[in-house]
């Protein structure tokens, strides 16, 4: 069974990630959240920090990056 596709878009719809300037998206706290209307949302998961900070996020001290792909 192939994996559920999740469309992105500046807007939450479409092919981009919202956001795609936020630094969110190189940080390993993101996680994306996909409404049942198949709107994306960027969910913060550092606790210290709100769920849904205003976007984008251009500096942050909760910053984390993720680690280079590999393969
Ligand atoms: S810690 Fe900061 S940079 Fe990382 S996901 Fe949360 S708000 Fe974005």
Redesign the pocket.
Known sequence: MAPATIRFGGDGRGDDPPFPDA??HR?V??RLIRSGKGSVFLM?K?PT?PKY?PQP?RA?R???PKPPATG
């Open positions: 630094i969110c940080c706290h993101l913060c550092e920090l900070p996020v942050c909760g910053f984390v």
